[in-house]
């Protein structure tokens, strides 16, 4: 109902204003006014959907995104206002219009058509519009839809109406306002600012300026604090995964607080006098596990009368933990327990870890940085020991006290650390940037946390579980644009054995039974999960996301593949549990999958590689993890060497084309290339159908894949150098050759005996020694490693054999006096029956503490070398775990690697 005039006398005041401080004086009297006006209209209705909007819309028509694009320019405008006005074509008005560009037609206005159409119209149009908000934006709507219905007539009308019942001031307005254009000196974040602090933020997010306006709509209350009501859920705020060379950036280099990471179920309590609310991060209401009322549920009777006097509401964030009392510890969440279903005769008691404070008597502190929420917690209550801990805190600043200080939370058996901005504030639902980071430590075995992904495909097992689902596709979602909103596309990720016991897996059958419907690949239904081309690794059956589950994975590494639509795939995937705290739209992002990615690049274990890519001496080893759009670039050491100068003295390689890889240290790939180009012969860069063959110095990844594709004799660099020597072209001999193409082979075999002994030639010393290392090489190199059986059992014996549990693990077993000393074995140790167990399961046992060991083995009678291990434990950026036999024969009997953490031996000198 507001008066259209109303806002473009505003308008024209904030054009007219000098200063930014002025223009934004003038707009906020309006909106002042106007939120005043609208209060009273709305008293009634506090939860009104009319709001600021038609008008805002209009002040900023750039973000306008519900309205169709006018299609309109200036010229189009001007022929319309020429029709309707009735101007002659060539009357000095009519040309003012047409040529509103040029100096002579338009005078000092030149060049802004709404200025120029204003003097125009000035004497045509009435002295006082008499239109509202609403109906010009009704009419823009029209002239929106009928121009892109070509409906010329409509349009016509429309601006006509306009005209008729507008001033000329408000047409210059109304021509901007089409022209998407303002031209006030207020620029798009000067009216956000006004309006509201969280404006533009917000409108950053959504791009929707009408949700910006209906939930912005009173200036005091702030965005986050929007989400947080009493009794009601919303979603806590999350942590981001980082590795650690990243805190101190993240925490801006200033100083941060490290908090203790609880491992349980995150549980937010809302508190009203006697009445309380447990709510799940996905906003399950737990309440009737909890309890609602001081003499009901399994925690709030014993933390009721903690609470301080002064405390009438509040809602705390915390963690949900299993607290022992007989060990007084913290039990880790694993399959053992379930917080939220806790059996009455459990030997584990509830406990509830508060780190952060959302409400206070009312008051909302969701805007009040972290620092100040702490203080009010330290005041709350008064913890009770097994049942309410106040989180603890510690300040620090660099990487170096996060290190230290997740070595300590490693060596009390916890998960991790968090870390937490001082001046962050309670953004709920927010990952990225939200000032919380979570650190964990990184194992030997594994990656650096785990993922969540959702179950989007099936596929039939084989033998006795052919009537059952043995492996699962999983997918990743396409973060939706706006947050809140629920994802719509997902990509296939990765192939998970179920990886459970029978009995499990059939629970979990049970619960996606009705939803699998068959997966037809030369049919294939129309679903928002998208796969690669040719629709790889295709399930038996699929399942629409929103029925599906959430599973957390473990996995060794990320690899490229390109059977996924993601363009890699977890390497050894392992099945850990259902996360049923988690929405099927709480899986994991494309986008934080590729933070994990990057992360994960080039800080991976490079064990059993042994073969360097990089050609170069290695400090440190790297396996890069290719993703997939990163641009392709070449490597200095890849690059061709400049030729051009090059004087060719002789003619032994004349016709002879070699592709170089690299060369030895004192040689290196430059320098034999200008020797081939010496000696007549010609060098490439990639192998072709020319090439005589590839020389190598070392065998890199790069010479692998030429290698397997399996056309190409690759050649010891070696052989060059002695050409060169030699000053001729020498054959070929057996020792020289990384590869030989089947033709050289069969060639080969005519000569020598399949060690490279010459079935003519006299032996040397030096051809015998050349021979007897070759024979060593290939018995090293025929024994097939861990992993690779691991890659063969997951391929065709996937979850049949209960012999290769332990297959990528890597025991030392603490039975020697003198940790990794073989010589001082202890006599009968325990440990040796269980060693042969875990070997029979697949294990390797490692007769040293090296640093590819990934579990260390201790009897809980012998805890001497204990404190020993965990201090080189420390010093190692690759984490072992240690574990004792129960965690041994726990794994057996459950047909799954089980949480080590809940087996970790105690130390005497332990604190805890
Ligand atoms: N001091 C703490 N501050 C904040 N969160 C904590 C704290 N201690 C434990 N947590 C828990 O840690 C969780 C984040 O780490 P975790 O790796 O366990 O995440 P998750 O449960 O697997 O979920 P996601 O992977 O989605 O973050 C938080 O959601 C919270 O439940
Ligand atoms: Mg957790
Ligand atoms: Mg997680």
Sequence with gaps: TVPFTHLCTMLEGVDRAKGKDNKKKIFKEFLDKWREFHNSVHKDDPNTEDSFYPAMRLILPQCERERIAYGIKEFTLAKYYIEILGLAKDSPDALKLLKYRAPSHAKGEAGDFAAVAYFVLKNRCPEKGSLTIQEVNDLLDSIATNNAAKNKEEVRRSILKLLRSTSAMEQKWLIRMIMKELKMGMNQAGVFAVFHPDAEDLFNVTNSLAKVCIDLRDPRVRLNEIAISLFSPFKPMLGQRIPLDGVEKEMHHEMFYIETKFDGERMLLHKDGDTYKYFSRSGKDYTHQFGAHPLEGSLTPYIHNCFASHVKSCILDGEMVGYNPQTKAIMSKGDKFDIKNMAEDSDLQTMYCVFDILLLNGQKFANSPLRERVDYLDKLFTPIEGRLLLGDRKDARTKAEVIDALNEAIDRREEGLVIKYPGSKYAPDKRKGSGWLKVKPEYVDGLMDQVDVVIVGGYFGKGRRSH???????????????????????HTFCRVGSGYTLKELYQMGQRLHPHWRVFDKKKPPKTNI????????????WIDPEQSLVVQIKAAEIIESDKFKTGCTLRFPRLEKVRDDKEWSDCMTLDELDDMRKNAEGKLASRHAGIDDSGEPSKKKRRTVVRVEKPITVAPQFKAADTSKVQQVSAIFEDREFCIINGPPEHGKADLERKVVAYGGTVVQAPGPDTSCVLAHKVNVRVNNIISGGKYDVVKADWLLRCWEAKQCLPWLPSHMIHMSPDTAAQFALEFDRHGDSFTDDATVDSLKEVFEKIGEEKSSSKVSSEGIAEMEEKYFPNE????????????????????????RIKDCPLDLVALEVRFHGATVSPILDSDVTHVLFHTSDLSRLDEVKALRRQRTKKHHLVTPGWVYDCIQTGAILTERDYEPHSSTDST
């Design 801 to 824: 054999s209960p012999l290769g549990l332990f297959r990528l693990c890597r025991l030392y077993v603490d039975n020697c006096h003198v940790i990794g000393d073989q010589s001082t």
């Design 468 to 490: 059952m689902i043995s492996h699962f596709l999983c997918a990743v979602a396409v973060q939706p644009n706006t947050p809140g909103e629920k994802p719509a596309l997902f």
């Design 530 to 541: 998208l796969f690669p081309s040719g629709y790889k690794e295709a399930p038996d059956v």
